[in-house]
């Protein structure tokens, strides 16, 4: 039995990975940071069979920022592979914590591996950086691809940077199986609340109930090549099963703006949307409601047409920002096999559906109804 530790357990890449890793047979072994709230949700169901002795899924606590930590997790557990996926992984809080952010991902990413080396597994054990499009950030080159220039634009691109030079570095020096997957943006309906495509999916449920009144963005013209995150984490995986290491872009190769996300997601629930203004004085409009479509989603929605359903809040705004990305996977294509499955239409109904029956259940609502009091909305 192949065995994997797979750091950042709790997000929302982990929960796919370690459900992928499972069902191949793995034991999988969980690193998981200390919170002061439950937050397993994502990884809940994997634990059912569990919390019994003969279990494949196991997790331990730890940080990146704890070498000691690492080493005694890593030589204990002596792995078939890691997967480094833990990370301060928002781009926006990176520019309020710069030096967290570097610390945990890009001197995390050499913990690891340092770790690999102090457990004498540098033979043994196959390494995954999660990298990410972000390095390209200023884009150089349309697509980007593996041999594209990286230009970062943020604290958080500029760490990831550091981790995925120290992947190639150490593959060059100790003859590591180190593997960079530069993955462009991947949603789910497990996607974090506060990036913005599930930003968007959640207010549409939230305001389609009317728990919500509007919605509120920043910079609505960037673009980005969204996939799903089930896709991307087969990619993961396949980089470790080849003979030798090496980086590969994951993107779906099509690009999309905010503005269009949200049409798209309204678009679902048979609303139409119009904008007016401009810059900071934009805002959404809805200009039509098809009524036949709008009730198979919610029953007596207090949606009415003119009714205005997004704003534009410079509080949003990034520092420096990244306007455009689209990546060019043919490598992964013809040396993996990868090819993305869902398209950006079906990855939105599947988000916009699961976020309208997270918001109707009942006991979410008792559980985690203050997270959708409008202005408690506003600062996601
Ligand atoms: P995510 O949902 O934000 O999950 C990040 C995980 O890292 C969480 O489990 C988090 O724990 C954990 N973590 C944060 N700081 C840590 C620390 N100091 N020590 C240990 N664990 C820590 O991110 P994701 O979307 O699954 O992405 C997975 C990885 O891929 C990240 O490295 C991200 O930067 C990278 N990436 C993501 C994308 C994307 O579009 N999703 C694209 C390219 C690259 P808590 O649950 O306690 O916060
Ligand atoms: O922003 C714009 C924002 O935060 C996408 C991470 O997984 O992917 C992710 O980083 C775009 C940006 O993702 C809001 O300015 C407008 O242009 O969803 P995001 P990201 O910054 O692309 C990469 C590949 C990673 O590696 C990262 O870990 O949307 N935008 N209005 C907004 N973004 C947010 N979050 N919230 C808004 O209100």
Do not use: C
């Amino acid at each position: 039995m192949k065995k994997a530790i797979v750091t950042g357990i709790t997000g929302q890449d982990g929960a796919y990975l370690a459900e992928l890793l499972l069902k191949k047979g793995y034991e999988v072994f969980g690193l998981k940071r200390r919170s002061s709230i439950f937050n397993t949700a994502r990884i809940d169901h994997l634990f059912e069979k569990d919390r019994q002795e003969n279990s494949n899924f196991k997790y331990a606590y730890s940080d990146l920022s704890d070498s000691s930590n690492l080493i005694r997790i890593i030589s204990e557990f002596q792995p078939d592979e890691i997967y480094n996926l833990a990370a301060q992984s928002h781009v926006k809080v990176s520019f309020d914590t710069p030096e967290y952010t570097a610390n945990a991902d890009g001197i995390g990413t050499l913990r690891i591996l340092e770790a690999i080396r102090t457990a004498k597994l540098v033979d043994k054990t196959k390494f995954y950086q999660a990298s990410t499009s972000e390095l390209y950030g200023k884009v150089q080159e349309i697509p980007q691809k593996e041999t594209t220039p990286f230009y970062p634009r943020s604290p958080y691109a500029v760490a990831k940077m550091y981790a995925y030079w120290i992947t190639v570095n150490y593959r060059e020096a100790y003859g590591m199986h180190a593997s960079n997957g530069i993955l462009f943006n991947h949603e789910s309906p497990l996607r974090g609340e506060t990036f913005v495509t599930r930003k968007i999916t959640r207010a549409v449920a939230n305001i389609a109930l009317g728990f919500q009144h509007q919605l509120s963005l920043g910079n609505i013209d960037a673009k980005r090549d969204w996939g799903h995150a089930k896709d991307y984490v087969k990619a993961m995986y396949l980089m470790l099963q080849q003979d030798k290491p090496d980086d590969y872009v994951i993107a779906t190769g099509i690009t999309t703006s905010v503005r269009d996300f949200v049409i798209m997601a309204f678009n679902h629930i048979g609303v139409s949307i119009k904008f007016e203004g401009k810059a900071e004085n934009e805002i959404g409009i809805i200009d039509t409601i098809d009524f036949n479509i709008l009730k198979t989603k919610v029953e007596n929605s207090p949606l009415k047409v003119g009714q205005t359903i997004l704003k534009i809040d410079p509080f949003y705004y990034r520092p420096t920002e990244v306007d455009l990305l689209v990546g060019d996977a043919t490598k992964a294509k013809t040396q993996l096999n990868w090819t993305p499955t869902y398209t950006l239409d079906a990855l939105i109904k599947e988000m916009v559906d699961s976020d309208i029956n997270l918001m109707k259940k009942e006991d979410y609502l008792k559980k985690g109804g203050f997270n959708i009091i409008p202005n408690v909305e506003d600062i996601i």
